[in-house]
C-alpha cells in the first residue's frame, strides 16, 4: 500500500511539473512581399530556456539562444535563395535577471526606449519587417 502512494504522489508532481512549464511566446506572423513571392515572418521565444526561433512561411530557418547577461541575438540563414537575417533584442532576458541588475537594466532601457522583446527581419541585407514578442 505504502509503494502504491509513493507512486501516485510521484506521478502527481510529474503532472504538475508538466502543467507548470511555460508555454513558449508566439509573435504575430507578418507578411512581406519580395520579388512578387509573399514571405510570412513568425517567430517564438522560450522564456525559460532563453531560445529564440524563427521561419519563414512556416519553415524553422533561424534558431538561436541568448547568452548570459546579453539581450541582442543576431540570426541569419538561407530561404529558397534569399538570405534571411535578424536583429534580435529581447529586454525582458536583462531584466528577469532580477536583483540589482535587473533593477538596473530596468532603469537603462528604460531611458533608451528599449524595453520590449522584438526582431527586425531583414531580406538580403534590408529590414523589411518587425516581429514583436
Known amino acids: 500500500m505504502r509503494k502504491i502512494t509513493l507512486l501516485s504522489l510521484a506521478i502527481g508532481s510529474c503532472f504538475l511539473a508538466a502543467c507548470a512549464a511555460k508555454p513558449p511566446i508566439v509573435a504575430q506572423e507578418k507578411t512581406v512581399e519580395i520579388d512578387g513571392i509573399n514571405l510570412v515572418f513568425g517567430g517564438s521565444y522560450d522564456t525559460e530556456r532563453k531560445n529564440i526561433s524563427l521561419s519563414v512561411n512556416g519553415d524553422s530557418v533561424m534558431k538561436g539562444t541568448f547568452p548570459p547577461y546579453t539581450p541582442t541575438q543576431n540570426l541569419s540563414g538561407k530561404y529558397k535563395g534569399y538570405t534571411i537575417s535578424s536583429q ?10 532580477g536583483g540589482a541588475f535587473g533593477a538596473i537594466a530596468g532603469v537603462v532601457q528604460a531611458t533608451k526606449s528599449s524595453s520590449g522583446d522584438k526582431c527586425d527581419m ?3 541585407g534590408k529590414i523589411v519587417e518587425s516581429l514583436y514578442f
Open 88 to 97: 534580435c533584442y529581447f529586454g525582458s532576458v536583462l531584466s528577469s535577471q
Open 122 to 124: 531583414l531580406v538580403n
